[in-house]
């Protein structure tokens, strides 16, 4: 069952806990490096690259989200602070292990499909996290319930955050990675965010209106 056991390479849909982390010292407004750049952690160098050949050397924070660049991406987390952004995505419930290292801002450690849609949910319900539940109760002939189980919801941020993130993920929508879906006859609120780990060899989508949330993995 690859949507509760598959562990995979979120790509890019991981960023918007970087930025979630990141909204503790910078705004949507605020400016991102995009350039080049080469980051050391543990004695080790790495150089993140972005997606398009041609990138400006500088982004504001929703752009950089809307548009997934990596370089600044990497930058945020590492102004941010790579344990900030790992105890941020914590608070989401991801069972998979989550490590400090710059390529976390990438998504390189991997998630659980269904945890990841959970954790989505979280920004349009306005700071809760849902319960995951498709079984609510088990009934004899007669309708008397023999076991019950309830949603169990608990607040992981606050209002104000969600609602900046729902307005983060919206340009993702309107004129970022995910702007083709006005194609497809998409012309209502929605929001989401694009992943592609290399090689295209995991490639996500998740997106939500007010009503629904969904998750697309191939």
Known sequence: NRISQARRQPGSTFKPFVFLAGLERFTPASRLSNRPQVVEHDGRRWEPRNFERESVPELSLRQALAHSANRAAVYLA????LEAVVATAERFGFSTRLRPLPAIALGAFEVIPLELARAYCTFPAGGMA???????????????VLERRHM??????????????NSLLASVVTEGTAASLAKHGINFPAAGKTGTTDNSRDAWFVGYTPELLALVWV
Request: no cysteine; aromatic share 6%; proline share 9%.
């Open 78 to 81: 590492m102004q941010t602070g």
């Open 130 to 144: 849902p319960f995951p539940l498709s079984l609510k109760a088990v009934v004899n002939e007669a309708g008397e």
């Open 152 to 165: 169990k919801i608990q607040r992981v941020i606050s209002p104000a955050a969600a609602f900046i993130m």
